[in-house]
């Protein structure tokens, strides 16, 4: 068999073992032999399966990849559902396991009666049936979507200890169609003198947001299709408003309305919820960008490790500004680091999943990953964005965090007997 020698801190292996290894790396890590053995007959090989449902579901052994709610019984207050990511490991997220968060719950709209309308500094003033905009011609982005407030968590003083799921499943990704804001716009006329698009949902809290003009025109759309089928409820059925690599709530669910201004509207949520103070003092408002970040899905949080030997380290990258160029990962706390191999595709604004073999000795090891775009972008310690835009305090009975957009590195402990918690490194 290959030998494998690290080329960094505690056992990490570069991406190109990968590529060279083969099936010996394969082996080494899972442990499989190559020696031919007697198949059983199982029951589910005798006789005839379950009936074909009309709309199919995930395996009854898969019970447990789940979304977790933040308000299951559904009181007057937000509803958060976050993505189990150390359950997930492709790139593109299910309907069922995306993210979502609803402040007045899932409004259920017939789209027959369901209308959007695009007015004020326009020539022509326009209505669109969901039907209507079904005709024009759509284009399809494959986009991350992530929640503004996603991690937060992590301001907190001291470390969380919980799942990647309760500290990064307020993002997901996955294949949005529908059609151009720019041909709306162009049928519609825009006045020169509109800068500002004031985005509005149809649901009971009638989120607004503003968004510039130059964001609408750019790769905006209106979102009718989510990974090939209708987009859901919880996504904003039967259209929702899609701006690839900004903050989750401006990307309007249940949009019904879209007026051109000159100026942001500075609406409740813009004034409230979304403007942050800064350790400056100054309020952290209209940052839209989502940047660039990685995480560590596997190992995580949660998940025992089974003795030393061979491992894959998995986990997920992606950035608001473009294409993720690299993934380092470290095994000793950011002392040494070795590039990851990125799954194709890779793509602009898009989850990129990266992997790299390491070979566990069986002592004391944090993992981290640390991401950079196709911008030059690279993701910063804990410790820099703490410095920029402070710490959690606490107010019982609850924790009042800061600020938002956390993107800082995620660092993972793994301790001799296998256990994997998290730790400020």
Avoid at 10 to 36: H, P, V
Avoid at 121 to 143: E, G, H, I, N, Q
Avoid at 271 to 286: E, N, Q
Avoid at 319 to 336: C, E, K, L, P, Y
């Amino acid at each position: 068999m290959e030998k494998f020698i690290p080329v960094a801190g505690n056992g990490l292996l570069d991406r190109r073992a990968f590529l060279r290894g083969g099936a010996a790396l394969a082996a080494a890590m899972t442990g499989y032999s190559a020696k031919a053995e007697t198949l059983v007959e199982q029951p589910w090989g005798k006789e005839p399966g379950s009936l074909v449902p009309p709309y199919g579901g995930p395996s009854a052994y898969e019970k447990a990849v789940v979304r977790t709610l933040s308000n299951p019984k559904g009181e007057p207050r937000t509803q958060h559902a976050r993505t189990p990511h150390h359950l997930l490991r492709g790139t593109a997220t299910p309907n069922g396991l995306h993210f979502t968060i609803s402040h007045g719950g899932n409004a259920e709209i017939d789209p027959a009666q369901h209308r959007l309308a695009i007015h004020g500094l326009v020539k022509r003033p326009l209505v669109f049936t969901a039907d209507a905009l079904a005709r024009y011609p759509m284009v399809s982005r494959f986009t991350f979507v992530e929640c503004g407030g996603n991690s937060a968590p992590m301001f907190s003083p001291e470390p969380i200890q919980a799942n990647v799921q309760a500290l990064h499943g307020l993002a997901s990704c996955a294949e949005w169609t529908g059609v151009p804001l720019s041909t709306l716009l162009e049928e519609s006329g825009v006045d020169p003198k509109a800068k500002w698009v004031i985005a509005e949902g149809a649901d009971s809290p009638h989120l607004s947001r503003s968004v510039p003009l130059t964001k609408i025109l750019d790769d905006a759309m209106v979102a009718l299709y989510q990974n090939g089928e209708r987009v859901m409820p919880g996504q904003g059925y039967p259209m929702r408003l899609l701006l690839p690599g900004w903050e989750g709530n401006m990307n309007v669910k249940w949009l019904r309305r879209l007026q051109l201004t000159e100026s942001p509207a500075m609406t409740y949520y813009e004034a409230r919820t979304y403007a942050p103070i800064l350790p400056s003092g100054k309020a952290y408002r209209f940052y839209f960008i989502q940047e660039v970040k990685s995480f560590i899905t596997r190992p995580s949080v949660g998940m025992e490790m089974k003795g030393p030997g061979f491992y894959e380290i998995s986990g997920i990258a992606y950035s608001g500004n473009g294409r993720i160029a690299n993934v380092m990962v470290s095994a000793d706390g950011g002392q040494t680091w070795a590039q990851a191999a990125l799954q194709e595709p890779v793509m602009s604004k898009s989850f990129t999943r990266f992997r790299i073999p390491w070979q566990w000795n069986g002592g004391p090891a944090v993992l981290q990953s640390r991401a950079r775009d196709d911008q030059g972008n690279v993701q910063p310690t804990r410790a820099e964005i703490i410095a920029v835009r402070g710490q959690a305090s606490r107010v019982p009975p609850v924790t009042v965090f800061p600020s938002q957009h956390y993107n800082g590195i995620t660092s993972w402990s793994v301790d001799a007997t296998g256990g994997v918690r998290h730790v400020y490194a």
